[in-house]
């Protein structure tokens, strides 16, 4: 095959270069390292893989990859957005190819990278088409557990006969597809087959069918979802921004296949998706653009075999612990940029993925959340996790702990800081059947309680109160806590602020 290569050349305007750029069929994430180069691919491959060094990065310079298909068309961009200054950082970026739109279309595509719009490097490579695909096709499979360890596969397509067999493949980075069943159909039409085999474990799959004359399919995509039960992992009613989901060219691959980056618009409390035990690793980390890691993270044993885990969390505000259960709307830490958190989620934000085995280094499983309805959707997401009641995900910025008898008031000023987004505040108390009532004054005199404006506050239970406001007045804001009931003794309380 004649390969045409552009070297990496200088651009005006684009002061950065692209060395050590290499393509492959396999990668190692976490070492930002790429298996043997190649110029030549099979339409079947799992992905194609873009490995380079990009040099003499400034601060704010924009690096692009685009892959353009055989017609000249861009099928697929990944921006990354504005760069640290670096000498020299290590790039790792894919094309999906089986069982997505590459496959079917074969010839000879260019992979280009881009700096501040500029090309500071290209080459071409050649997608080649399945020698053994033929007129057979598969357009759907379906998948469903029968019991007893068993599922049924329902596959529908064109090209079927009687003696069709099903097998069922998975992809293993270092050793390729892995066969796992060759499957006799148990009902076979010429577009509809049905085959029962072994149960298949949460994970992705690929489903081909060979038929009678020879032709077997291109493969097809099968994802076996984990268990149901998560939410997004963040209070309901907040904007966030789902910036890359599964099989994100910027880093969701191997291992974090299944994964999702999620960032936050306001507020950066961080919720547990789901119940369960948890294991907290706060390292003390901040953004490690050399070193491919999740920086700060918790992990939650759900005792089902699976754990979910939240990477990128700042440093500092974790507020759970190791061994501590908690329940689903939970708060759990803020989200950060600690660890590799260059791309689109270059700022804060909250990488989760679930796996079958506690660590989160362990292959990520498909899973859903139950209130994200199509998970190839990106933007903008709002959540119902409902938070916890009486609790913040966030350190307070003031605290105070006090006493108050019935008839009296306790009183303390609290800063908001110019340019602050939320003020949020919680009171608390021990004993439901005492009664505290919170007001807040804002600087230029606004009056937030029961007998006034009563927008923000909600009494979430018997022993608790709390306070939200968007975009608050800077200055001195005074709080004032009324005891309304009690036994006769004096009600002690604690008051947090938080912004």
């Known amino acids: 095959m004649r390969l045409l290569l552009i070297l990496a050349c200088a651009v005006p305007g684009a002061a950065a270069t692209v060395t050590q750029a290499s393509l492959s069929a396999s990668a190692d994430e976490q070492k930002c390292t790429a298996g043997p180069a190649s110029t030549g691919f099979d339409a079947s491959a799992r992905q194609v893989f873009l490995r380079f060094v990009a040099g003499d990065l400034r601060a704010q310079d924009r690096l692009a990859v685009d892959w353009l298909d055989p017609s000249g068309v861009e099928a697929l961009s990944t921006p990354w957005g504005t760069l640290p200054a670096a000498r020299a950082l290590c790039f790792l970026t894919q094309l999906p190819v089986a069982g997505f739109d590459a496959e079917s279309k074969p010839g000879h595509w260019t992979v280009r990278v881009q700096v501040n719009g500029a090309v500071v490097w290209s080459q071409r490579f050649e997608l080649r088409p399945d020698p053994y695909a033929g007129r057979i096709r598969i357009r759907s499979v379906a998948q469903t557990r029968l019991g007893g360890g068993l599922t049924e596969l329902v596959v529908e397509g064109n090209g079927f006969d009687t003696a069709s067999i099903v097998h069922v493949a998975q992809y293993e980075p270092r050793g390729g597809w892995r066969y796992i069943s060759s499957l006799q159909p148990v009902r076979a039409e010429a577009r509809k087959l049905t085959a029962h085999g072994p149960d298949l474990a949460p994970g992705e799959y690929m489903v081909l069918v060979y038929n009678s004359i020879g032709q077997l399919s291109q493969p097809s995509r099968l994802l076996i979802a984990s268990g149901t039960g998560y939410k997004l992992p963040f209070p309901a009613g907040e904007p966030w921004v789902l910036t890359q989901g599964p099989y994100g060219s910027f880093s969701h691959f191997n291992r974090s296949l299944h994964a999702y980056d999620i960032a936050p618009v306001r507020s950066r409390a961080l919720i547990a998706m789901r119940g369960g035990v948890v294991r907290a690793f706060d390292l003390g980390l901040r953004q490690t653009p050399h070193l491919r890691i999740f920086g700060n993270y918790i992990s939650i044993d759900h005792g089902n075999g699976e754990y979910s885990h939240y990477g990128h969390l700042e440093s500092g505000t974790f507020l759970v612990k190791t061994g501590q259960r908690v329940e689903q709307g939970q708060p759990l830490a803020s989200a950060g940029n600690s660890g590799y958190t260059i791309g689109p989620g270059g700022g804060h934000h909250v990488h989760v993925h679930v796996t079958r085995e506690s660590s989160i280094s362990a292959q990520s499983v498909p899973f859903r959340f139950e209130d994200l309805p199509d998970p190839r959707y990106r933007g903008t997401v709002i959540s119902r996790n409902t938070q916890v009641p009486g609790s913040f995900a966030a350190r307070p910025a003031r605290e105070w702990e006090a006493s108050v008898a019935v008839a009296e ?91």
């Open 409 to 499: 008031t306790w009183t303390e000023v609290a800063a908001v800081p110019r340019g602050s987004r939320r003020l949020q505040m919680s009171l608390d108390w021990q004993d439901p059947r005492d009664d505290l009532d919170l007001e807040i004054v804002s600087p230029q005199g606004r009056r937030y309680g029961w007998y006034a404006n009563a927008a923000g506050l909600a009494k979430t239970s018997d022993k608790s109160e709390q306070f939200e406001l968007d975009n608050p007045e800077s200055g001195s804001w005074r709080v004032v806590v009324m005891g309304m009931r009690g036994s006769g003794a004096r009600v002690p309380f604690r008051l947090q602020v938080f912004r």
